[in-house]
């Protein structure tokens, strides 16, 4: 069965700073797709990256970046320069299939000006 | 281009009702999928449909059903409501170019309250 955990249900992180939001996954297919989404209060999710699991290197999308460990399945999600507007509930997400996409419990971001 | 538009935001039924949530997706999306959003179980994938055939579905009851129409809107039903059918509601449309590798666009969603 594929299962997305997400050992941090809090996090802060003082403006400016960088943080890491962790999230592991358990499958066995070798060629899948990793996602984080962010859901403000606003409720939508937004997609903030993704990752080919066929793909060595680590996606980054400006101060957004992810550190992928196949053999580990772990797939981090750092972001650099923190910002207010990151303050949101970040989801980590796997999919193999169609459009069947399994999600972590997330974790809330707070940011501290 | 407009985003994933979901219809109500807001619902409250009482137990043994039906209720029928609408989801119109981003322009030129054929897929559209379902998700259950709850503070205990997190998201979880009801089910997509893609040129009006259900593809996937997840591990939920009969009582929640789905459909799609030619022009890729689509509506989820759920009958019989329980308490525990309050949720958020999301829908998610995808353009599903290549495969499984397109990421989901996500409406608003309507939040669902049994009482």
């Known amino acids: 069965a594929q299962t997305v955990t997400q050992s941090q249900p809090e996090m802060s992180v003082q403006e400016a700073e960088t943080v890491t939001l962790s999230c592991t996954y358990d499958?066995?297919?070798?060629?899948?797709?990793l996602f984080w989404y962010k859901q403000p209060p606003s409720r939508q999710m937004i997609l903030v990256i993704r990752?080919?699991?066929?793909?060595?290197q680590n996606a980054t999308e400006n101060r957004f970046s992810v550190n992928f460990q196949k053999a580990a399945k772990s797939f981090s999600l750092k972001i650099s320069d923190s910002q207010l507007g990151d303050a949101a509930m970040y989801f980590c997400?796997?999919?193999?299939?169609?459009?069947?996409?399994?999600f972590g419990t997330g974790t809330s971001l707070t940011v501290i000006p | 281009k407009a985003g994933v538009t979901q219809t109500p935001r807001y619902l409250i039924k009482t137990r043994g009702q039906q209720v029928t949530l609408s989801c119109s997706p981003i322009?030129?999306?054929?897929?559209v999928s379902w998700y259950q959003q709850t503070p205990g179980q997190g998201l979880q994938f009801l089910f997509e449909?893609?040129?009006?055939?259900?593809?996937n579905k997840g591990n939920f009851p009969g009582r929640f059903s789905g459909r799609q129409f030619s022009n890729s809107r689509s509506e989820m039903n759920v009958s019989t409501l329980e308490l525990g059918d309050s949720a958020l509601y999301l829908c998610?449309?995808?353009?599903?170019?290549?495969?499984?590798?397109?990421?989901?666009?996500f409406g608003n969603g309507t939040r669902l309250t049994v009482t």
């Open positions: 449909y893609f040129s009006e055939t259900q593809r």
């Open positions: 499958t066995s297919e070798s060629d899948y797709y």
């Open positions: 998610a449309s995808s353009s599903r170019r290549g495969g499984y590798n397109s990421p989901l666009h």
């Open positions: 990752q080919e699991a066929y793909k060595q």
């Open positions: 997400a796997y999919s193999f299939t169609g459009n069947q996409f399994y």
């Open positions: 322009s030129g999306h054929r897929s």
